[in-house]
């Protein structure tokens, strides 16, 4: 009996084990393999919606269904907590006391917000990466009469880049539509010495700030906030009033992960760029070169639990999927990886909105940086019909 355990039941995690039993359908037909997703709660959120709670244009209960329904009927779910992953007795703990052995594991346990790392974060700044706190911003702006606006980020990696780019540009076409933009100065707090990580996002994205007139600062990461004065502080020590401050949160993975000795402190899982398996060092010694390091020969990783250096994204996890599938269907199988699912490219698609009712799409890898078209409404209305349609296209793996 082969046994394929997924930690997870995001969308890398019910993509990878849907993937992996249509594979395998005929190992687990005859008993000789098995699927089981572990989820926290068996329900599958769409976050990307979050955003759109935030301009008023979604409700928080079209954005969760239940995980069970995802997932292809051969598949066992576990709703339980991951307490540990004991990569060398390869099994994995639960909290209800249950230990679940694995011959292959993917880990798909994503990241998580840490708003406490950052003193009155929660009481002060408003955000948009839970459907609760995206309610609180659509109030907040509801109630927005002008004023400061500030929008910032309070550090590197986070879920979905262009989401703080797309709400600045969001929230500035609302509030020219509502007759307050004249009322409200808008600032954007880029952590790094551009608009955008990826260059040529970048160049596409900076020349929107200014048609807007956001002011555009570089350099900005909002490593405080001082609730009496109302002002977010830079970690460059720059001061910036607000009246209404939106700030997306510090990010880590999984707890678990780190806990297991998986992952450093940041709790993102060291992984190979190509095979998506995880490395066994999480700090290299010095000197110790990146192909040095052995890698899990039977522990997968995707989405926003991995170091890679792509885009926090559903996206990035629905490219890695096909890959990580090929190869445990192929290890439980004995076979090769093989096909063009057989290493993974970087490949990222994302849409991008930039306010009036247009829109870019980003598309890359590891080789081919974006060339974002010229936004227009077109790419908007493929982001609606693609959210839309999540629910019967990614998880299930019909795209
Ligand atoms: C506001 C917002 C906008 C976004 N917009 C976009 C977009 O436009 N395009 C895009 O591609 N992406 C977007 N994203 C990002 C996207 O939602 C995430 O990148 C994606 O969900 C990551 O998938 P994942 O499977 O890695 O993790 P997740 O989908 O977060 O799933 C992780 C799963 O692991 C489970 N888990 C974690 N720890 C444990 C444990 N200890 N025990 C049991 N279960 C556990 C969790 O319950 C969860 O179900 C957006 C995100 C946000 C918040």
């Not at 394929?4 to 993509?15: A, C, E, M, Y």
């Not at 607000?242 to 949160?249: F, K």
Request: net charge neutral.
């Amino acid at each position: 009996m082969q046994r394929v355990v997924v930690l997870g039941g995001g969308v890398g995690g019910t993509l990878a084990a849907n993937l992996i039993a249509r594979k395998l359908k005929k190992p687990i037909a005859n008993g000789t393999a098995s699927v089981t997703v572990v989820d926290l709660t068996g329900r599958h959120t769409y976050q990307p919606g979050y955003m759109y709670i935030a301009m008023g244009q979604e409700k928080a209960e079209r954005l969760v269904r239940g995980e069970k329904s995802l997932l292809d009927r051969n598949i066992n779910l576990v709703v339980d907590d991951i307490t540990r992953i004991d990569a060398a007795g390869q099994g994995v703990e639960l909290a209800s006391g249950q230990r679940l052995p694995y011959d292959q594991l993917v880990i798909a346990t994503g990241s998580r917000i840490v708003p406490a790392e950052i003193e009155h974060f929660d009481a002060e700044a408003h955000h948009f990466y839970t459907a609760e706190a995206s309610l609180r911003l659509r109030k907040a702006l509801d109630a927005f009469k002008g004023g400061r606006i500030v929008i910032g980020i309070a550090g590197i990696p986070y879920k979905c880049p262009p989401a703080p780019l797309e709400v600045a540009f969001l929230v500035e076409s609302e509030l020219r539509q509502r007759g307050l933009r004249d009322r409200t100065e808008m600032t954007f707090l880029s952590p790094i010495n551009r608009a955008f990580t990826i260059e040529s996002v970048s160049e596409m994205a900076t020349p929107i700030f200014e048609q807007k007139g956001i002011h555009l600062e570089l350099l900005a990461g909002i490593a405080q906030i001082d609730p009496e004065r109302k002002v977010a502080i830079t970690d460059a020590f720059e001061e910036h009033p607000y009246d209404l401050l939106i700030v997306v949160p510090p990010h880590k993975g999984a707890q678990v992960v780190i806990d297991s000795g998986l992952a450093p402190k940041s709790g993102w899982l060291p992984t190979d760029r190509h095979t998506l398996q995880v490395k066994t060092v999480v700090k290299p010694a010095p000197g110790q070169s990146d192909e040095d390091i052995p890698r899990y020969p039977n522990i997968f990783a995707l989405g926003d639990a991995t170091d890679l250096p792509l885009s926090k994204a559903g996206s990035t996890a629905h490219f890695e999927a096909p890959i990580v599938a090929e190869r445990v269907a192929a290890a439980v199988l004995g076979r090769s990886p093989s096909g063009r699912h057989a290493s993974y490219t970087g490949k990222v698609m994302c849409f991008f909105e930039v306010g009036d009712g247009k829109g870019t799409l980003l598309q890359f890898d590891y080789d081919h940086p974006p060339r974002p078209p010229k936004p227009n409404q077109l790419w908007h209305l493929g982001k609606i019909v693609f959210n839309k349609t999540y629910w019967h296209t990614v998880p299930k793996g019909r795209v």
